[in-house]
């Protein structure tokens, strides 16, 4: 099992261009989250996904939209990408109800955003 | 609303001596807690968690924590830290009744002298 993958793994943006980044997971898991992690500031939620088709916003969602169409794959995007938007953004996975909480972590991916 | 508090950002050991990492959550009802590790350049990894029973979670590679729940703390502690414990670590909480939302704290960087 590869786990949890995610592309790219590094970007460069200029303002207001457009991207997506792609998250998969092989393990079946029903739960899928985005958090971008700052330093000082730890990780914070960004969107997260209890199931195929389902989305919904976490503690900094403004400027990022997410989409779940298939159960092991889970898009982060940014329409216009903002300087602020710089920033290592990682993707979890977790089984769901009855092992709430244990979350896999992706790789990351490094965004820069000029 | 969940929060959870990391007093410190950086703490500087040698080797062999004794580890504690403050971690205290404010949060109105059941939570689950969790220690996460972040290993220089990899991604985050459970290093324990607590969900009920016994307060005293002991979790990989020797580290422990205590669910203190009048003190809305839940405290990493190992008696005897490594080189390779260089690593930053997340507190993170979760309420019961929070769609698996999980909120870290802002982590604390742990570096050890040889």
């Known amino acids: 099992n590869a786990g949890v993958t995610q592309t790219p793994k590094f970007r460069v943006l200029k303002t207001g261009q457009s991207m997506t980044l792609l998250c998969a997971q092989d393990?079946?898991?029903?739960?899928m989250y985005w958090y971008r992690q700052d330093p000082g500031m730890g990780l914070r939620l960004i969107h997260y996904s209890v199931g195929e088709g389902t989305t919904a916003k976490g503690e900094v969602p403004d400027g990022y939209n997410v989409s779940r169409l298939k159960k092991q794959n889970f898009l982060l995007g940014l329409e216009s990408a903002a300087p602020s938007q710089t920033s290592v953004y990682f993707c979890?996975?977790?089984?769901?109800?009855?092992?709430?909480?244990?979350?896999?972590f992706g790789p990351g991916t490094r965004l820069l955003v000029l | 609303a969940q929060s959870v508090s990391q007093h410190n950002h950086h703490v500087i050991l040698s080797e062999a001596a004794s580890l504690e990492l403050g971690c205290n959550y404010s949060y109105g009802g059941t939570v689950n807690l969790f220690w996460y590790v972040q290993y220089p350049g990899q991604h985050l990894q459970l290093l324990l968690k607590y969900f009920s029973g016994d307060p005293l979670v002991k979790g990989i590679k020797g580290f422990e924590a205590e669910f203190i729940k009048s003190k809305f703390s839940f405290n990493l502690r190992k008696p005897s830290v490594q080189w390779s414990d260089t690593a930053e670590y997340f507190c993170?909480?979760?309420?019961?009744?929070?769609?698996?939302?999980?909120?870290f704290g802002s982590g604390t960087r742990l570096s050890i002298r040889p």
């Open positions: 393990m079946n898991h029903e739960y």
């Open positions: 979890a996975s977790s089984p769901g109800r009855g092992r709430p909480g244990t979350q896999y």
């Open positions: 993170a909480v979760m309420g019961y009744s929070s769609a698996s939302k999980i909120i």
